[in-house]
């Protein structure tokens, strides 16, 4: 399993990222899929996770109405897109395959929000 993402930066609050996550190693188009953060000194927080025909899609109270999670199973990739960004969306945000118990993860991609 390989997990590549990537789409990460530095943005002004209020602003906008798309991030991205490359998956191989698995057949894509039969597992969920969620994007998880961790900022520096806390613990990982799971953000939005989507279904295997992107049918339902979830999301954790403190980015609902702001981010949107898809997929393109033809690519193999599941996005997120970030809007109005605020300060407290810093972190490394990773995307996540649990499968048979085990958690696959990315390398990360660093998401800034300062002014």
């Known amino acids: 399993v390989q997990l590549v993402e990537s789409g990460g930066g530095v943005v002004q609050p209020g602003g906008s990222l798309r991030l991205s996550c490359v998956a191989s190693?698995?057949?894509?188009?039969?597992?969920?899929m969620s994007w998880v953060r961790q900022a520096p000194g806390m613990a990982p927080e799971w953000v939005s996770g989507?279904?295997?025909?992107?049918?339902?899609?979830y999301y954790a109270d403190s980015v609902k109405g702001r981010f949107t999670i898809s997929r393109d199973n033809g690519k193999n990739t599941v996005y997120l897109q970030m809007n109005s960004l605020k300060p407290e969306d810093t972190a490394v945000y990773y995307c996540?395959?649990?499968?048979?118990?085990?958690?696959?993860w990315g390398q990360g991609t660093q998401v800034t929000v300062s002014s």
């Open positions: 996540n395959l649990h499968i048979v118990s085990k958690d696959y």
């Open positions: 190693g698995f057949i894509f188009s039969d597992e969920r």
């Open positions: 989507i279904n295997r025909r992107s049918t339902s899609s």
